[in-house]
Each structure stands twice: as structure tokens, then as C-alpha cells.
């Protein structure tokens, strides 16, 4: 089993700028991939950012290319996700996702989750 912890969420002003993390635990190495997804209030948990353990290969939602970049620390089991040049639009529930070589933007096709983070930007 996979267990997944996200920390880092907070209040920042429009412009600023937060970094999560996601701390792994259990049989991570068979997880093949990380990912980041989100979800605001009345909307369906979408796609941000992923990232795989072996060749770092990242993907990200269009909505914040250029602005998030998600890396990962193999040897301490941690993902980030810095985010730059936060706005309003960002505001949700940030979740730590693990999956596998099938996972997709599709947030289903993940299989371990963690308990999400707050990230609110003010205007």
C-alpha cells in the first residue's frame, strides 16, 4: 500500500507563491508516476501537474504551464509542486495523487490519494 501526506497549502495574495509538498510512504516504488490534481467548490477534481519517479517526465494542465512546476526528491520519497504567479482561479483543494503507467488526466485512473491541502489566492 501506498500512503500519500500533502502539506504546504495556505492564503496568498494574487502574484504570490506556495510550494507543496507530498511526503510517500509503503511500496512507492510501485507506483510509476505522481501527480497533482485540484478541485474548487462545485467543480470536478481536475488535472494540474504529474511527473514520473524513474525519468522525472512531467505533463501539465494548460491552465498553469509556465506558471507550476512539479518535481521529486526519489531519495526522499517527496513531490513538490511550486506555483507561481498565483491567481484567484487557482483556489482549491490540492491533492497528491499515485498511479501507474495507465494513469491519465482522468483523475479515476489514479489509485492512492491523499487527504488534499488549502490553497486560497486572494485578489
Known amino acids: 500500500q501506498v500512503q500519500l501526506v500533502e502539506s504546504g497549502g495556505g492564503l496568498v495574495q494574487a502574484g504570490g507563491s506556495l510550494r507543496l509538498s507530498c511526503a510517500t510512504s509503503?511500496?512507492?516504488?510501485?507506483?510509476?508516476?505522481m501527480g497533482w490534481f485540484r478541485q474548487a467548490p462545485g467543480k470536478e477534481r481536475e488535472f494540474v501537474a504529474s511527473?514520473?519517479?524513474?525519468?522525472?517526465?512531467?505533463d501539465y494542465a494548460d491552465s498553469v504551464k509556465g506558471r507550476f512546476t512539479i518535481s521529486r526528491d526519489n531519495a526522499k520519497n517527496t513531490v513538490y509542486l511550486q506555483m507561481n504567479s498565483l491567481i484567484p482561479e487557482d483556489t482549491a483543494v490540492y491533492y497528491c495523487?499515485?498511479?501507474?503507467?495507465?494513469?491519465?488526466?482522468?483523475?479515476?485512473?489514479?489509485?492512492?490519494w491523499g487527504q488534499g491541502t488549502q490553497v486560497t489566492v486572494s485578489s
Open positions: 511527473i514520473t519517479w524513474g525519468g522525472a517526465s512531467t
Open positions: 495523487a499515485a498511479g501507474g503507467a495507465y494513469s491519465t488526466i482522468n483523475y479515476r485512473s489514479w489509485d492512492y
Open positions: 509503503g511500496r512507492t516504488y510501485s507506483a510509476y508516476a
